[in-house]
């Protein structure tokens, strides 16, 4: 059975390695996540630490998937927003370990995030995702909308420049935002 939680600051922190694992397993496994090497370890526990930190200063929300205690997926929903930007969120890192795919967890992970930017009073969702992958179909069948799509954005871990897909989805509005 797979649980799902959120991690505050402190018990991020304490998972720190079951993160870097995470993020080091679809790494290598070709994801587009922002890294290129998943041998190279300081840029991916970096990272995770500054996660801590946001977390820490409310600006994220970390959600995290376990099979039998162990965490076997995350997502990020940022809510740390510039003041014009204050009604919406961001969904990051998106991660399935490859051990753990073909579950459900990322369709439930994104299900709750949404819910996490809804109590946040948010009435706006963007992400961005390679074109084509396998991400791209899982959003648009939980009703996010394309926004476009931008060509070398990222450099793929075989050294190949991709595209990315923007999104959106629209939650109900709050407080007229």
């Not at 496994?29 to 890294?35: D, H, M, N, T, Y």
């Not at 998937?65 to 809510?79: E, K, N, S």
């Not at 490859?98 to 948010?122: C, F, N």
């Amino acid at each position: 059975m797979i649980d799902y939680e959120i991690l505050n600051a402190e018990q991020a922190q304490q998972e720190h390695a079951a993160l870097c694992d995470v993020l080091t397993g679809c790494v290598a496994q070709g994801a587009s996540v922002g890294f290129i090497d998943a041998t190279d370890q300081p840029p991916i526990a970096r990272f995770w630490q500054d996660v801590v930190y946001s977390i820490a200063s409310g600006d994220k929300t970390l959600l995290v998937a376990r099979d039998r205690g162990r965490i076997v997926a995350t997502v990020i929903v940022v809510l740390g927003m510039m003041p014009n930007g204050a009604h919406r969120a961001e969904i990051s890192k998106l991660l399935v370990h490859p051990d753990a795919r073909r579950q459900g967890i990322a369709r439930q992970l994104m299900l709750q995030a949404e819910q996490i930017a809804r109590a946040a009073q948010r009435s706006l969702l963007v992400l961005d995702t390679r074109s084509g992958d396998v991400a791209e179909q899982l959003y648009l069948s939980l009703g996010w909308q394309v926004a476009g799509s931008i060509p070398w954005f990222a450099r793929s871990t075989e050294g190949e420049m991709d595209a990315t897909t923007v999104m959106y989805k629209r939650l109900e509005a709050y407080n007229g935002r």
